[in-house]
């Protein structure tokens, strides 16, 4: 009786969600969470957040390329973003003689501003809710998926016809609802403005994802369309997007208590798994990932530190790799230290005596977590071995991944495919050849794949592919010697050697880098996934009933669906917050926090000289606030993931304040777990923003595109 007591208190006290927590679908606000958000002082009403008919504040917000958010700011056109969401597109038009990466990028009109080749902005501009269409014929576990998937494939074609649109149907509370998403894509998004590393990056791997930070983390796009305004590829005859919404941007100010909204695409959560989720990741996943892009980080840090050409070739690359490794460390650390299993099997324990309570309930519930139970038994078995097959094989070294855009060539030369396909086929990977050796170091992934490989070799003692597995035990677990005698042969690491075999192709089974990558994606194929899908058929079923009996059981919560990069509004306010013990932190950060932490000449700290002017003038403009300080960040409780990195942090008026880019390593358990009392949204001030623009860069053409509230 007593660990039951214990169990339902903490449930009751995990699952009462306040106003700050939750990822609210915009175009479907509750009555309860309108009234949480007038309360806090939003002043919008639901149309002027989402209307489809009309504009609102939904049509200034964009998927921004492949896994970030961004928003409109001027009649015109001009998007921004986070720094380290547009510095892959920065990297490549910096070179040694135009380091745009160290030096920043300020065009100064329209002319100067950089065409991005592959960079897309999606605006979302339909949303309908087909989970009947999605289930229909549906009828047991073992051909769910394929019914599914084949619904999916018809509906979509459908709905799309001939149009120029993207069509998403995602799936919403672990497949009880299906909810289809249409895109008006553009592909014509030109750079303006990057600040130098010293702003941008500033802090970079010692201060990425904590609080206090003191970082501009912001980059400056365009969007052209055609004549008609409608998207387009580029060309110089495109012109400015003439924006149906755009942000007014507010320099007043933030303080404590202030309504703070956040429109954007966040990635993906799990708040509603399980314990045997919380416990394969602190036991299994974040530790594989930790050591795999340790072992890489380290060889990128030695050579980027020793070649400044190397440097700016890797610059993204490294800012990737990190940023998740980063997040394994915190997640791994606060799901433990902030007890999130107990709290899950707290939920699950008081599910099971609600169950349990009812004749009815049981016949639908009670058996559910047996399947579950099984799922993961075999997931427990594969799962750290399946993270070093993709973290330390066929995405560990560079020229490893790339081969694998070769296999479909290569399987039509096994066919005997006519000449005429297989020269279409060499034609369209030119392009990829050429833009993979532009950023690529030989000697670099040399070390990275020979560190991977010995890892992958020494850590993992199942499921290993028969390449890696024999090497070596021929080798005693040292890789250097094969992969340097690989790289001396194989055609994948020379530009000349791949660039004459796609005149000529033949087959590439001899190859042995392609031939390493097919052994690791056999083992994948033929091993691993077939576990994976005998759990899933174990335990999906299970995993959906339990969702939706909780939102059963719960009758008078108000549930939010996960994260999926389908957008989202999520409202708090700006608070400070204690981190620990005697560890009480203010809500905003200054220009004096920036200079204490300089270090001349080091890659994270460093400060350009025209910065460190004007801070010694104190020349902050109308961006001071009453104190004569420039605010850099400051923090607010509301509820993001990654994919809101660059999502507009908007005030109860619809004006932006802000610019959302990371979150609080207090809190790095939060895509499992919302962590009410520490979780923390860290804010680019909107006056930081201007000041950069305005007396950094100097583009006073782009401060007079905008609207500015003072």
């Not at 009758?555 to 957008?567: H, I, L, S």
């Not at 400060?607 to 606030?625: C, E, F, N, S």
């Amino acid at each position: 009786m007593k660990k039951l007591f214990l169990a339902i208190t903490l449930i009751v006290s995990v699952l009462c969600a306040k106003a700050d927590e939750g990822m609210w679908l915009p175009y479907n606000l509750s009555g309860q969470s309108l009234a949480e958000m007038q309360q806090l002082g939003c002043k919008l009403t639901a149309e002027q957040i989402f209307n489809l008919n009309q504009p609102s504040l939904k049509d200034a917000i964009v998927q921004f390329g492949g896994g970030c958010t961004g928003e409109l700011i001027s009649p015109e056109g001009l998007l921004l973003t986070n720094h380290h969401c547009g510095l892959s597109y920065v990297q490549k038009h910096a070179t040694v003689e135009h380091d745009y990466l160290t030096d920043g990028f300020w065009a100064y009109s329209k002319d100067q501003e950089l065409p991005n080749p592959g960079l897309t902005v999606s605006f979302l501009a339909n949303v309908k809710d087909v989970t009947d269409a999605v289930l229909e014929g549906v009828t047991d576990e073992e051909t769910r998926s394929e019914v599914i998937n084949g619904n999916i494939e018809k509906l979509t074609k459908e709905i799309k016809g001939d149009r120029d649109v993207v069509v998403e149907i995602v799936e919403f509370y672990s497949g009880n609802q299906y909810i289809m998403f249409e895109y008006d894509v553009y592909r014509d998004v030109r750079l303006v403005c990057c600040p130098p590393w010293g702003i941008g990056k500033f802090g970079a791997d010692t201060d990425n994802w904590t609080w206090p930070r003191h970082k501009g983390d912001f980059n400056i796009f365009r969007v052209y369309t055609d004549k008609d305004g409608k998207p387009a590829k580029y060309s110089e005859d495109n012109v400015p997007m003439k924006s149906k919404h755009y942000l007014p941007i507010n320099i007043k100010g933030v303080k404590p208590g202030d309504y703070t909204m956040i429109l954007g695409y966040p990635g993906s959560t799990d708040r509603y798994s399980t314990s045997y989720t919380v416990k394969n990741l602190i036991e299994s996943d974040c530790p594989a990932i930790i050591n795999c892009r340790t072992t890489k980080l380290n060889q990128y840090r030695r050579h980027m530190d020793a070649d400044q050409e190397v440097f700016i070739k890797y610059a993204s690359k490294q800012a990737s790799v990190s940023n998740y490794w980063k997040y394994a460390i915190g997640q791994k650390r606060q799901l433990m230290r902030n007890h999130v299993y107990d709290k899950r099997l707290a939920q699950e324990t008081a599910f099971q005596a609600w169950v349990n309570a009812d004749p009815e309930r049981k016949a639908v519930y009670g058996d559910i977590f047996e399947g579950i139970e099984e799922k993961w038994t075999i997931l427990d078995d594969i799962m750290m071995p399946m993270t070093y097959l993709r973290e330390a094989g066929w995405n560990g070294g560079e020229a490893v991944a790339f081969s694998r855009r070769f296999i479909r060539i290569n399987d039509s030369l096994n066919l005997k495919a006519s000449k005429e396909n297989i020269a279409m086929m060499a034609e369209r990977l030119k392009p990829q050849v050429a833009t993979f050796f532009k950023d690529y170091d030989k000697d670099l992934d040399m070390d990275v794949t020979a560190s991977l490989l010995n890892l992958f070799y020494n850590d993992i003692d199942r499921y290993v592919p028969t390449m890696i597995a024999e090497l070596g035990y021929k080798n005693n677990g040292d890789f250097k010697a094969w992969v340097k005698d690989a790289f001396a042969k194989s055609i994948f690491v020379d530009q000349a050697k791949l660039e004459k075999w796609l005149e000529k192709p033949k087959k590439l089974d001899k190859d042995p880098i392609f031939a390493l990558a097919m052994n690791i994606i056999d083992e994948y194929s033929n091993v691993v996934i077939p576990l994976y899908q005998q759990a899933a058929l174990a335990g999906n079923a299970g995993e959906r009933l339990y969702m939706k009996g909780l939102m059963e059981m719960q009758t008078e919560r108000n549930f939010y669906p996960d994260a999926n990069f389908t957008m989202r509004l999520t409202y708090g306010s700006v608070e400070p917050y204690k981190g620990a013990d005697a560890v009480n932190y203010n809500y905003y950060t200054t220009m004096d926090g920036v200079m204490a932490k300089y270090i001349p000449g080091n890659w994270e700290f460093d400060i350009p000289q025209d910065v460190r002017d004007l801070y010694a003038a104190r020349d902050y403009g109308r961006y001071a606030d009453e104190n004569g300080q420039l605010i850099v960040n400051f923090i607010t409780t509301n509820d993001i993931t990654g994919g809101n990195s660059g999502s507009p942090v908007i005030n109860g008026e619809g004006e932006l304040v802000g610019l959302a880019f990371d979150g609080n390593w207090e809190a790095m358990s939060g895509d499992i777990m919302f962590e009410q009392k520490v979780q923390r949204t860290i804010c680019m001030d909107a006056r930081y923003l201007l000041w950069c623009l305005e007396k950094v860069g100097k583009v006073n053409n782009i401060i007079d595109e905008l609207t500015i509230i003072e």
